[in-house]
């Protein structure tokens, strides 16, 4: 008989080699087999290279974009917790130092896969990863894996209060492609670029000024701004999917009934809506909304006559 562990050892059932045998980690062979192939069995083991074991604790989602790859298997969530924290402890055991939970959506469907990350981080992994579809960012009030929380802002915090170390979010492309493959409107995504314009404010925009309004470098330290873009109002305006509330307020006597870009009107809209908002003024208040409109008219150059396509 030989026990195999990391070199082809002679068995003589010591304690250490019965406590790797008890533990999995070393099997006993017969003496009929061939040094040379179970040396070969160890240098071509399969496990060697593992470095990070993915979860995926449920096949349930509430989407369905047209690309996933679950769309034709069974939904279903995983009720043995245990024999995946289980797993946890035998992978963590082979040094595994990396666990990442998907599904289906398993921020909202994964019951008790909080615990799991938190059992996972307790094992000293260094990575606690989460793939979700961001279903929950922007939301207020709602249950996620069978958990209740006020926002999204605290549900992100209990995440990391379970070890969760990274979140990942799904993006399959620019706003449009996004939204028609997986047939939803998806979370808002400032844009990949950001631009600190001539007059110091920071913009998401370079063409127009409906950027504006992250803050203004002149004014405060940039990593302010960067800090705290999720509170500013541009953000949340459209974040919140909020800007439609304005767009009856855009004077038509003033920008003329059609803008040739549809940039052109978000740009509008959206300047419309910061300067009411800094100066307290109410949809109602028609007086004051049209000052604002004349204000923006001026600052971007664009009157009826410029305007009209
Ligand atoms: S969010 Fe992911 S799991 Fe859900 S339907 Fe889309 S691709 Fe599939």
């Known amino acids: 008989m030989r026990l195999a562990s990391a070199i082809v050892q002679p068995y003589r059932a010591s304690p250490e080699q019965l406590a790797l045998v008890?533990?999995?980690?070393?099997?006993?062979?017969?003496?009929?087999?061939?040094?040379?192939?179970?040396?070969?069995?160890?240098?071509?083991?399969?496990?060697e290279h593992v470095r990070r074991l993915v979860i995926e604790?449920?096949?349930?989602?509430n989407y369905s974009c047209s690309h996933c790859y679950n769309a034709g298997v069974e939904r279903t969530t995983e009720t043995k917790l245990e024999a995946l924290s289980s797993a946890i402890?035998?992978?963590?055991?082979?040094?595994?130092?990396?666990?990442?939970?998907?599904?289906?959506?398993?921020?909202?469907?994964?019951?008790?896969?909080?615990d799991l990350a938190e059992k996972a981080r307790g094992t000293g992994a260094a990575i606690v990863s989460v793939l979700?579809?961001?279903?929950?960012?922007?939301?207020?009030?709602?249950?996620a894996a069978g958990r209740r929380y006020p926002d999204d802002d605290a549900y992100l915090r209990d995440l990391k209060a379970h070890g969760?170390?990274?979140?990942?979010?799904?993006?399959?492309?620019?706003?449009?492609a996004h939204d028609a493959s997986r047939g939803i409107p998806?979370?808002?995504?400032?844009?990949?670029?950001?631009?600190?314009?001539?007059?110091?404010?920071?913009?998401?925009?370079r063409l127009a000024d409906a950027g504006e309004g992250y803050g203004n470098i002149h004014e405060r330290p940039l990593l302010d701004i960067l800090n705290g873009m999720q509170d500013s109002f541009i953000y949340r305006l459209h974040a919140g999917r909020r800007i439609g509330e304005y767009l009856c307020l855009v004077?038509?006597?003033v920008f003329g009934r059609r803008f040739a870009h549809l940039c052109a009107l978000r740009a509008v809209t959206t300047m419309i809506a910061r300067r009411m908002?800094?100066?307290?003024?109410?949809?109602?208040?028609?007086?004051?909304?049209a000052r604002i409109n004349r204000e923006v008219a001026l600052v971007t150059g664009r009157t009826a006559g410029h305007a009209m396509s």
């Open 22 to 47: 008890a533990r999995g980690y070393a099997r006993i062979f017969p003496d009929s087999t061939e040094t040379r192939d179970l040396a070969r069995r160890m240098h071509r083991n399969p496990l």
């Open 57 to 61: 604790c449920t096949s349930r989602c």
């Open 89 to 114: 402890d035998t992978f963590a055991g082979m040094g595994v130092r990396e666990f990442a939970f998907i599904g289906g959506e398993v921020t909202k469907y994964g019951d008790g896969w909080l």
């Open 132 to 143: 979700s579809n961001g279903w929950f960012l922007g939301g207020e009030d709602f249950e």
């Open 164 to 176: 969760v170390t990274h979140v990942g979010f799904s993006i399959d492309g620019r706003r449009e």
């Open 186 to 205: 998806g979370f808002y995504r400032p844009s990949p670029q950001l631009t600190i314009k001539a007059n110091g404010e920071l913009a998401t925009c």
């Open 251 to 253: 004077d038509p006597d």
């Open 277 to 289: 908002h800094d100066q307290f003024v109410e949809p109602d208040d028609a007086e004051g909304v």
